[in-house]
């Protein structure tokens, strides 16, 4: 075999447009549906205002981003970066850091600083006929708060140093955990949770786009689920859709979902019970259960009780969090009863915080919800 046949069996095949389809269809839907530009992101009108200017004059100050999860805080920086350099300059431009990655105080010295102190590199003709491609470069920080106080501390004089040549985005979900002097220099834009109207639309929009089949009130139950965390809604959507997929195996033996079962819609239409099972959301009968147990005063049936549900794979996180909705908004209990419901509920929370056992803590809190009813 000569060397030039050698080099050609080892050349790459170019990716065709049926491999390109094949690789977005097996994207989870976080992904494939996250903002491509500042347009895209829902609900927060604030903070895409603000930004959308910084387009138009390619100011861009420090900035901090903070709220809860699923909000659209990663998604936006990545869609304004991406509407600021192009596809091209985006790979030299930005820096994102995650909180997989080591976040202490070496990281901040080695690798922030080496990227921050780097020279700008010239956009392209094209870059610049179509993106404003701002002097500066973009470091992102996910999840901030998780940073130590001395790699906190060290940032602040790498953010100081090479403001000519680097913007920083600080993410996070809480603020109180980023040191003062990092805050102070920074532009900071609160990310509210979703409200239900713009979720709802987003939702819909992802169903459509992949055709899912489900019944009335499903996805409404899916957002009040995932409680403002529009990732954790989409995530779900696709797990249901998936759980209600038919299966088929191809020659090759690989197995393959047809997410709307074939031409039977109906039998694959997403129900609200299908979507509680996958969010591992207790049901109603399940509560009752657990209530009754604890008015019977019997600790032999409330043992029994938290070891069955501990054998059905029940969280306890989740069962003490429908308790507290269901005995809490109780009319028929006093306001002494459910003060002491509260501190039992504060302190079996606070245990399972703390990686101690399930089942153990449960029957705490059952011996004690039956010392209070």
């Given at each position: 075999?000569?060397?030039?046949?050698?080099?050609?069996?080892?050349?790459?095949?170019?990716?065709?447009?049926?491999?390109?389809?094949?690789?977005?269809?097996?994207?989870?839907?976080?992904?494939?549906?996250?903002?491509?530009?500042?347009?895209?992101?829902?609900?927060?009108?604030?903070?895409?205002?603000?930004?959308?200017?910084?387009?138009?004059?390619?100011?861009?100050?420090?900035?901090?981003?903070?709220?809860?999860?699923?909000?659209?805080?990663?998604?936006?920086?990545?869609?304004?970066?991406?509407?600021?350099?192009?596809?091209?300059?985006?790979?030299?431009?930005?820096?994102?850091?995650?909180?997989?990655?080591?976040?202490?105080?070496?990281?901040?010295?080695?690798?922030?600083?080496?990227?921050?102190?780097?020279?700008?590199?010239?956009?392209?003709?094209?870059?610049?006929?179509?993106?404003?491609?701002?002097p500066y470069k973009i470091i992102i920080l996910d999840e901030a708060d998780s940073m130590t106080n001395d790699a906190q501390s060290a940032?602040?004089?790498?953010?100081?140093?090479?403001?000519?040549?680097?913007?920083?985005?600080?993410?996070?979900?809480?603020?109180?955990?980023?040191?003062?002097?990092?805050?102070?220099?920074?532009?900071?834009?609160?990310?509210?949770?979703?409200?239900?109207?713009?979720?709802?639309?987003?939702?819909?929009?992802?169903?459509?786009?992949?055709?899912?089949?489900?019944?009335?009130?499903?996805?409404?139950?899916?957002?009040?689920?995932?409680?403002?965390?529009?990732?954790?809604?989409?995530?779900?959507?696709?797990?249901?859709?998936?759980?209600?997929?038919?299966?088929?195996?191809?020659?090759?033996?690989?197995?393959?979902?047809?997410?709307?079962?074939?031409?039977?819609?109906?039998?694959?239409?997403?129900?609200?019970?299908?979507?509680?099972?996958?969010?591992?959301?207790?049901?109603?009968?399940?509560?009752?259960?657990?209530?009754?147990?604890?008015?019977?005063?019997?600790?032999?049936?409330?043992?029994?009780?938290?070891?069955?549900?501990?054998?059905?794979?029940?969280?306890?996180?989740?069962?003490?969090d429908q308790l507290h909705d269901k005995l809490i908004l109780d009319d028929s209990l006093t306001g002494t009863q459910k003060i002491h419901?509260?501190?039992a509920l504060n302190e079996t929370d606070d245990k399972l915080s703390n990686g101690t056992d399930e089942q153990i803590q449960f029957l705490?809190?059952?011996?004690?919800?039956?010392?209070?009813?």
């Amino acid at each position: 075999m000569s060397m030039a046949s050698f080099f050609n069996q080892r050349a790459p095949k170019k990716a065709s447009s049926k491999d390109d389809g094949d690789r977005k269809a097996r994207m989870p839907w976080v992904e494939k549906y996250r903002p491509k530009n500042l347009d895209d992101v829902s609900s927060q009108s604030h903070a895409v205002t603000v930004l959308k200017k910084s387009l138009h004059t390619s100011n861009l100050p420090h900035m901090l981003f903070y709220g809860p999860p699923g909000t659209g805080k990663t998604s936006t920086i990545l869609a304004l970066a991406k509407q600021l350099y192009g596809p091209e300059l985006y790979k030299t431009r930005v820096l994102e850091l995650n909180a997989s990655d080591e976040r202490g105080i070496s990281i901040v010295r080695e690798k922030v600083k080496n990227f921050a102190r780097l020279t700008v590199s010239n956009p392209s003709k094209e870059d610049l006929a179509k993106y404003p491609c701002p002097p500066y470069k973009i470091i992102i920080l996910d999840e901030a708060d998780s940073m130590t106080n001395d790699a906190q501390s060290a940032l602040r004089r790498t953010m100081e140093t090479y403001s000519g040549v680097t913007r920083f985005c600080l993410i996070c979900n809480y603020i109180t955990r980023i040191i003062d002097p990092l805050a102070s220099r920074c532009s900071k834009f609160r990310f509210k949770p979703l409200d239900n109207t713009d979720a709802l639309t987003r939702l819909t929009y992802v169903a459509n786009e992949e055709k899912v089949q489900y019944e009335d009130g499903v996805l409404e139950k899916i957002l009040d689920i995932s409680h403002g965390d529009l990732r954790k809604a989409i995530t779900f959507l696709q797990s249901a859709t998936k759980l209600h997929g038919v299966a088929e195996v191809d020659a090759d033996g690989d197995i393959s979902i047809d997410e709307q079962g074939g031409n039977n819609h109906e039998s694959s239409k997403i129900t609200v019970t299908s979507v509680q099972e996958i969010a591992g959301i207790v049901s109603d009968s399940t509560l009752d259960e657990i209530v009754t147990a604890a008015r019977t005063h019997d600790f032999q049936v409330m043992f029994k009780l938290s070891k069955k549900l501990a054998a059905e794979g029940w969280s306890a996180t989740q069962m003490l969090d429908q308790l507290h909705d269901k005995l809490i908004l109780d009319d028929s209990l006093t306001g002494t009863q459910k003060i002491h419901i509260s501190f039992a509920l504060n302190e079996t929370d606070d245990k399972l915080s703390n990686g101690t056992d399930e089942q153990i803590q449960f029957l705490n809190f059952l011996s004690k919800l039956s010392q209070v009813l």
